[in-house]
């Protein structure tokens, strides 16, 4: 958990991380619980996508985003899509998404701003990939399935990044909960992916008869590395989602299921 922390709020536990928040960005992660939302989306589901009633998901979210200190007009969620897509977000984008799916930013699961725009990203395994250069004041959010993360997205997110004025030597990232290589298992058919756009394939571990246990933090984090990020600015949570049930909602272990939330905005005081 290097860089993150439990924060127990008035109604809900979430992750946090506390050397961020003193620099004026809050990066948070949800927990399944505290919400209203029935089986199997029990209880804070905060996806919209996934086939839970509507009302209980803005329910939900307006709980999570109340505890740090914004609300859905002042956030923008996108339509992810496992692609590599990474879309620059203004104060004019706010509230997209956020009350129905129609106006999300189409197809896109990475998202910079400089602005005090709260971007919000939903996972049950996929990894949330957080970012934040100090010295410009740019955010980023991404969402990296196996997909995303063998085309690269973190990369791209550093592009938009950079062409915007930010340096990978200044920049932090963490990456939040998501499934670890204890849980997840798969196929030759990931691997080849993998083996087009790496060169290093450490990120997997031969389990035998063409089936490997894959480690997308590893492969994220090698990731950031490649791109001039230091290794003492990529705080890892090290949660794996499949393992705790009673905290996190997991595709892989139950199919259909709800989405925590990963959130990144600038505080909106000061
Ligand atoms: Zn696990």
Redesign the pocket.
Known sequence: MTGWKWQRGRTLTYLTIPGWSKLGVMAAFAVRTGGASENPYSSLNLALHVGDDPEAVLHNRALFLGELGYESKDCVAAEQVHGTRVLWVTAKDRGRGMQSLEDALPKCDGMVTGEKVGLLCFYADCVPIYFFEPRTGLIGLAHAGWLGTAHKIAQEMLTIIKSAGGRPENCLAAIGPC??????EVGENVLNAFSENFHNLAMFSSKGEGKYYLDLVKANQMLLLAEGLWPENISIAGL?????PENFFSYRRDGVTGRMAAFIGKSLRG
């Open positions: 499934i670890g290589p204890c849980c997840y794996c989602t499949a393992c705790q």
